[in-house]
């Protein structure tokens, strides 16, 4: 079946997106290191994120109230103010890093919206979100932007009538198994999976290595030819 929606996830599929949260953490485990070994402190932060998706949802604001919540529970009261200072100025400057493009999406998205239009499909803050594709200067390449709580196969499968097509004419493309690949394919579309060599804890996921609509790919300009394999 000729494919007539090509959905790409951005964080970490267009742009750098885990490789500042890395920088950040590192800065982080260095204010908190009179009160915990850097190995503990990560354990900690990664157990209060994930205890707080449901409430705060994805993005680098949750992700500051989850590392003040996890900075307090590991010094209690001799968290000193100047490190909760920090800490929201850490996610500020996360907020206002510059949009650094990964290697051959710029190549990638014209061979890829000849084929078919492109839907960006992202989970995180709106705001922020917003803010990071307008930097990013890819905007024009997209029909349309869908800036979502959370990724399933029922968020797939409305998107895809959104745009009016089916499950089977659509094709998702991210670095998430989690969150583009697995639901994608539960809704009934393909699926590619264009790593990112750093993962978040919370997205990591076996790959379905051998399902019929899934193909890691090397990386993005590897895309525009897999879809034409599909057709
Ligand atoms: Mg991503």
Redesign the pocket.
Known sequence: MPIRLICL?????LWH?ETWFRRTFEAYAELLAPFAPAEDIQRRLDAVEHRNVPTYGYGVKGFILSALEAAEELAGNDLPPFAVRRILELGREMLAHPIELLSGVEEALPQLAVRAPLVLVTKGDLHHQESKLAASGLGDWFEGVEIVSDKRAATYQRIFARYGVTPGEAVMA???VR??ILPALEAGACAALVPFHLVWAHEAAEAPAGHPRFRELASVAELPAWIDSLA
Do not use: I, L, R
């Not at 996830?9 to 599929?13: E, K, L």
């Open positions: 996830d951005a964080d970490d599929t997106n991210g670095n998430s969150s583009d």
